[in-house]
Structure formats: structure tokens, C-alpha cells
């Protein structure tokens, strides 16, 4: 099973931005399901932002035009880069992958095995 492990947490102010990494400890460049999803506290898991091997991207609503996910083969490192962050972006953010997936969404993202999160936290 793949291994994930998140960095780039941290503490902002209304406005800032974040960049989370995310070390991937092997995947084939075929077949795979990336992302991040989020979850605070008393809230469901939501999925941010997903990539598939295909190239596919997507966003959940409330982070479109603010966040952006990109993955660096040669590093074997996802990022999410979060601009314009706002007090609802506070949350535990999770990694999560899996590889020779059919499917690839954002709510299938919250079901793949992750990494042990980061806590993000914007305040006014």
C-alpha cells in the first residue's frame, strides 16, 4: 500500500495562502487517483481537489480559483497550493491515493487510504 506522508500546515491570516506537500512513497504512472480532501471538526469529510492518471482535474466548488493541485513525478510529491484562504478553510487537510482505480472523484477520494493530515487554520 502506498505511503503518504503531508507537510505544509500551518497558521494564516484571512487572505494568505499554503502549500501542502505530499510524499508519495511509489506509484505507477498509470491508473492512479490523488488528492486532498479536508475534514473539521463535527463536519464530513469533503474532497478538495483530486488528480487522475489521465490528467483529469477537479475541484470542489468552494475552493475553485483559490486552490490548485499538481503532482511532481520526478519527486513523487503532490502539492495543493491554497490562495485567498478564508476562515472556512480550517480543517485537517489528508493525502490520499490509491493505485489501479477504476474510479476517480472527489467523493471517491475520501474513501482512499491517506496519510495522517495537517492542520490548516485561517483566522479573520
Known amino acids: 500500500q502506498v505511503q503518504l506522508v503531508e507537510s505544509g500546515g500551518g497558521s494564516v491570516q484571512s487572505g494568505g495562502s499554503l502549500r501542502l506537500s505530499c510524499g508519495v512513497s511509489e506509484y505507477t504512472y498509470s491508473h492512479y487517483c490523488m488528492g486532498w480532501f479536508r475534514q473539521a471538526p463535527g463536519k464530513e469529510r469533503e474532497g478538495v481537489a483530486v488528480?487522475?492518471?489521465?490528467?483529469?482535474?477537479n475541484y470542489a466548488d468552494s475552493v475553485k480559483g483559490r486552490f490548485t493541485i499538481s503532482l511532481d513525478n520526478a519527486k513523487n510529491t503532490l502539492y495543493l497550493q491554497m490562495n485567498s484562504l478564508k476562515p472556512e478553510d480550517t480543517a485537517t487537510y489528508y493525502c490520499?491515493?490509491?493505485?489501479?482505480?477504476?474510479?476517480?472523484?472527489?467523493?471517491?477520494?475520501?474513501?482512499?487510504?491517506r496519510g495522517r493530515g495537517t492542520q490548516v487554520t485561517v483566522s479573520s
Open positions: 490520499a491515493a490509491e493505485m489501479g482505480v477504476i474510479r476517480c472523484g472527489l467523493v471517491v477520494l475520501t474513501t482512499l487510504p
Open positions: 488528480i487522475d492518471s489521465d490528467g483529469k482535474l
